[in-house]
Every structure is written in structure tokens, then in C-alpha cells.
């Protein structure tokens, strides 16, 4: 069974002036061990699309089934802390924590022990490449691609078998841009997570083992390492 998969889905929302149909009818299967592009420019759905996987909202139509079941049966809130962690192109870190507090944060709101937490938030660090002098520094102390390799050890310490990024490389250097695409490939293949990035970088997104095209809301193209997928209607 696949782990995740995308079922016709569908979303539209309502502004001022119209009805935006922002994804239309996209479908899709994701495994564990692979790294997923999802590629396009500026109102492609990209974004979109990720926030439905993500369960921060569900479809129009259609589905995306995790596990076998919808999202529109589960405890939604369960869902987005137990199943899916985002990595977000501004980081999104607490300035006021230490590094090693913001990786603790999210396992001491699931409910574990502080001494615990701090010792997942070291392994987690060390994990990413950061030592443990710089466990005890603040996000404003550190440089872009250290800040993305902070979020990266905070959403592995969810616990959840996705990592989803949108644009995790927007604000960095090619520097940094290719140590966190190293990272995120090697979570991929070497952990066994089903990494998904949206990204608008191309070299980025030839990366991936599957690289996902969309236009306008559809998905036009899909360029796999062995296999070719042509517009769906």
C-alpha cells in the first residue's frame, strides 16, 4: 500500500472578486525512500497542493489518503502533528530559543520529558551537520543554511515518516542550497522518509527521483528516473 496518494484532488477558494480554481484534479501515489519534486512557477497550485498533503486545509473534491485513509475521516490535528512535518523557506525558528530548545519544542508539546528531548534535540543537531557548541546559540547568531538545518532537525523531531519543504532553498546561497538538498536526499534514501519539496528551482527539483510539473493547477508532466506521465484532463 502506498503511503500517500492523491485521489482526483480538487481545491478551490473564494476571494473578492471570483472563485479561484487553484488545483484541479491532480492525482498521484508517494512512497517511503524517495525524494518528490513538486515544480512550477508562482500560482502553479505547488504550494497549494502541498497544504492539502499537509492536512493544514482538505480538498474541494477528491482525496488524499494517507495510510489507506482519507484525511477528511481522520482527527485532523492528530494527523498534521503525527504524519507530516513542513520545512518552510523563512525557517520559521523561535528567535528567543536556543537551537537545541527549538528542536526540543515540538517533542515537549507532544509530551516528552525535558532531558529526553534535550538529548533527541543533540542527536538530531549533530545529525544535520551543527555541533553542540552551536546547539546553544540563537537563530540570530548562526547564517541561513545553519537556520535550515535547524528547522530541518525540528521536523525530524516530529517523528513523522513525510517531510514536506516548501522552497526550503529560496533564501540561500548554491552553497547551502546543495547541503540541504544532500540532507533532504539522504533522509530520503538512506532513512526511509517520503520527502516532498516544492520548489521553483529546477536544477533543485531534477534532483528527486520523481519530479512533478504543474501549470495552472494541473499537473502537465512528470519526469521519473524510469518512467514518463502525460497531461491528465
Request: aromatic share 8%.
Amino acid at each position: 500500500m502506498a503511503l500517500l496518494e492523491l485521489r482526483n484532488v480538487k481545491y478551490s477558494y473564494k476571494n473578492e472578486y471570483q472563485t479561484v480554481d487553484a488545483v484541479k484534479g491532480i492525482s498521484y501515489v508517494f512512497d517511503k525512500g524517495k525524494m518528490y519534486s513538486i515544480v512550477g512557477r508562482s500560482g502553479s497550485g505547488k504550494t497549494t497542493l502541498l497544504s492539502l498533503i499537509a492536512g493544514l486545509d482538505l480538498p474541494t473534491e477528491g482525496e488524499v489518503v494517507f495510510e489507506g485513509v482519507s484525511t477528511a475521516d481522520r482527527d485532523i490535528e492528530k494527523y498534521r502533528r503525527e504524519s507530516a512535518a513542513v520545512i518552510y523557506q523563512n525557517f520559521m525558528l523561535f528567535p528567543l530559543l536556543t537551537l537545541a530548545e527549538n528542536v526540543m519544542f515540538p517533542m515537549e508539546q507532544n509530551g516528552m520529558d525535558t532531558k529526553k528531548a534535550y538529548e533527541k534535540a543533540m542527536e538530531l543537531l549533530r545529525k544535520v551537520g551543527l555541533t553542540d557548541d552551536q546547539a546553544n546559540r540563537y537563530p540570530a547568531m548562526i547564517s541561513g543554511g545553519e537556520k535550515q538545518r535547524v528547522a530541518i532537525a525540528r521536523a525530524l523531531g516530529m517523528g513523522t515518516p513525510m517531510i514536506l519543504a516548501d522552497e526550503p532553498t529560496g533564501n540561500l546561497d548554491s552553497s547551502n542550497s546543495r547541503n540541504i538538498i544532500e540532507i533532504l536526499k539522504h533522509l530520503a534514501h538512506d532513512d526511509d522518509y517520503c520527502v516532498i519539496v516544492v520548489t521553483h528551482d529546477e536544477g533543485f527539483a531534477a534532483e528527486a527521483d520523481e519530479m512533478i510539473h504543474l501549470k495552472d493547477g494541473r499537473r502537465i508532466t512528470d519526469t521519473a528516473r524510469t518512467r514518463v506521465f502525460t497531461i491528465e484532463e
